[in-house]
């Protein structure tokens, strides 16, 4: 049987960059992206059952409602959630599933999960967040400032998380969340059959 998975929730301010690190990091295929579903309406370059599951409110509720959601969250007035069997699924395949939800469902799945593993990503200072949020051109300058103050409040939650990495660039981040993941599989509590395994070994021999 091959190892369980572990569960990567990623979490960040928009304009942290967590869409690009992830795509970088499922392009390994020890990682799996978690497809959120989600009652906003989509960008022009973004897919249905590719970036997201495009939900009415009433269709998203009835989810809920039906317990097929690991965890559901409204945010800037629109609902998020993750569809449940999928990640189960490919955790026992022993992937690593990467969630990237914001703070309030981060918590959520902590608490049915504990075993999930909480990272917060930050840019490098405030007003490179206002920048990249600026420069990528899809939000208007009341909404930039409406997700800079939400950016603001998520920051009092970091100590909930387990680790914070600093996206100054892509590369180092990239590296340090495969770093965070190597280290999360060599711990003790994941590795509780080890000495069953070296007893065997040695009867054998």
Do not use: W
């Amino acid at each position: 049987m091959k190892e369980q998975g572990i569960l990567l929730i990623i979490s960040g301010p928009s304009g942290s960059g967590k869409g690009t690190i992830v795509e970088r990091l499922c392009g390994n295929e020890d990682f799996s992206l978690s497809i959120s579903a989600t009652t906003r309406q989509p960008r022009d370059y973004e897919k249905n059952g590719v970036h997201y599951f495009f939900h009415t409110k009433e269709e998203f509720l009835k989810m809920r409602d039906n317990m097929e959601l690991l965890e559901c969250a409204e945010f800037c007035g629109n609902f998020y959630g993750t569809p449940r069997k999928y990640v189960v699924e490919k955790l026992m395949e022993g992937r690593n599933v990467i969630l990237e939800i914001e703070v309030q469902g981060a918590l959520q799945v902590k608490k049915i999960y504990p075993d999930g593993v909480l990272v917060f990503l930050i840019p490098p200072n405030l007003e490179e967040l206002g920048k990249r949020l600026t420069n990528r051109g899809t939000e208007e300058k009341e909404e930039i400032n409406r997700r800079i103050h939400r950016a603001l409040e998520e920051l009092e939650l970091v100590q909930e998380y387990d680790y914070v990495v600093v996206n100054d660039t892509i590369e180092q981040a990239v590296a340090d969340v495969q770093a965070i993941v190597r280290a999360e599989r060599m711990k003790c509590s994941r590795n509780k059959n080890i000495k069953k395994i070296f007893k065997g070994e040695m009867e054998s021999c």
